[in-house]
Every structure is written in structure tokens, then in C-alpha cells.
């Protein structure tokens, strides 16, 4: 029996950082328990409804939010809140491929396409690496807007 993964991010604000992630990504916040969505519907507004018909207090509905791949291809990727700041370089991170099928000068333009996308999202671009074949194709490293890292690939 093989096991799934989910991907969990400590976060400060959960529902703003899965907004991004589902942006980058074209993941989707899935419905609550017993909720269907409609086309289009935004399951971040189904939860708002959710959590106020439950009675949770209003500050602890910003504790956690979920992105889901609507092709059912990719990992469910979970947000916590946690007190404590990011203090450190990530031991684990996401890449995100985003020109998998390219090599050499395509290769690097569609990444720096794509990284101008993600900075207008909130992404900080950290820095390129040059092809340097053959261990490496080139990238370039991105952090999230709570600043975790993540490579464009």
C-alpha cells in the first residue's frame, strides 16, 4: 500500500499564503465537510460561512487553510498558524516547474516570465542560477510572501 503526502506550511496568515500558493500553483481551497461548490464558487468564502454558522470565534478562523489540485494530480498542501516567526533558510522546499519541457536561453525566459508573475502575486525573487550543464538546467530561487524559498524549475 503506497501512502499520500501533504504538504504543510507553518504560516502567520494561513488564508493569505494558501491565496498565493493557489495562485502560483492553480490549486483550489476544497469546501467544507458536506458543502458542494458551484463552477467558479470560491471555497474560501463556503469556509467564511462554514466557521460563522459553527460559532468559531472570529479570531481563530485564520488558523488553518487547505489548497487542493483540481485535477487530482498533486498534493493537498495544508496551512497552519503557528506564533513563532520564520527564523531560518528551509530544510524542505517546493519547486515549482515551471518550464520542465525547456533547455538553455527558452528555458531561462520562461522562467523569468513566470518569476515576474509570481512577484506581482507577492513573490520576492532571491536570485538566477545559469545553466551549468549537466547538473543543472538553471533556475531560480523565489520566496513566498512570508519568505520561504522555493525554486523555479
Given at each position: 500500500?503506497?501512502?499520500?503526502?501533504?504538504?504543510?506550511?507553518?504560516?502567520?496568515?494561513?488564508?493569505?499564503?494558501?491565496?498565493?500558493?493557489?495562485?502560483?500553483l492553480?490549486?483550489?481551497?476544497?469546501?467544507?465537510?458536506?458543502?458542494t461548490?458551484?463552477?467558479?464558487?470560491?471555497?474560501?468564502?463556503?469556509?467564511?460561512?462554514?466557521?460563522?454558522?459553527?460559532?468559531?470565534?472570529?479570531?481563530?478562523?485564520?488558523?488553518?487553510?487547505?489548497?487542493?489540485?483540481?485535477?487530482?494530480?498533486?498534493?493537498r498542501?495544508?496551512?497552519?498558524?503557528?506564533?513563532?516567526?520564520?527564523?531560518?533558510?528551509?530544510?524542505?522546499?517546493?519547486?515549482?516547474?515551471?518550464?520542465?519541457?525547456?533547455?538553455?536561453?527558452?528555458?531561462?525566459?520562461?522562467?523569468?516570465?513566470e518569476?515576474q508573475?509570481?512577484?506581482?502575486?507577492?513573490?520576492?525573487?532571491?536570485?538566477?542560477?545559469?545553466?551549468?550543464?549537466?547538473?543543472?538546467?538553471?533556475?531560480?530561487?523565489?520566496?513566498?510572501?512570508?519568505g520561504?524559498?522555493?525554486?523555479?524549475d
Open positions: 500500500m503506497s501512502a499520500t503526502v501533504q504538504i504543510t506550511f507553518d504560516a502567520e496568515d494561513p488564508r493569505k499564503l494558501s491565496a498565493f500558493w493557489a495562485d502560483v492553480g490549486y483550489v481551497h476544497p469546501p467544507p465537510p458536506g458543502v461548490l458551484e463552477p467558479g464558487e470560491d471555497g474560501r468564502v463556503a469556509w467564511d460561512v462554514f466557521l460563522e454558522g459553527a460559532g468559531v470565534p472570529v479570531e481563530q478562523r485564520n488558523s488553518a487553510s487547505a489548497l487542493v489540485d483540481p485535477e487530482q494530480r498533486g498534493p498542501i495544508f496551512f497552519q498558524r503557528v506564533p513563532e516567526p520564520k527564523a531560518a533558510k528551509n530544510r524542505v522546499h517546493l519547486d515549482v516547474r515551471a518550464a520542465e519541457d525547456l533547455r538553455d536561453e527558452p528555458r531561462m525566459q520562461a522562467l523569468e516570465e518569476a508573475r509570481l512577484v506581482s502575486l507577492g513573490a520576492r525573487r532571491v536570485r538566477r542560477h545559469e545553466p551549468d550543464p549537466p547538473m543543472s538546467l538553471g533556475f531560480i530561487v523565489m520566496a513566498d510572501p512570508e520561504n524559498e522555493f525554486c523555479l
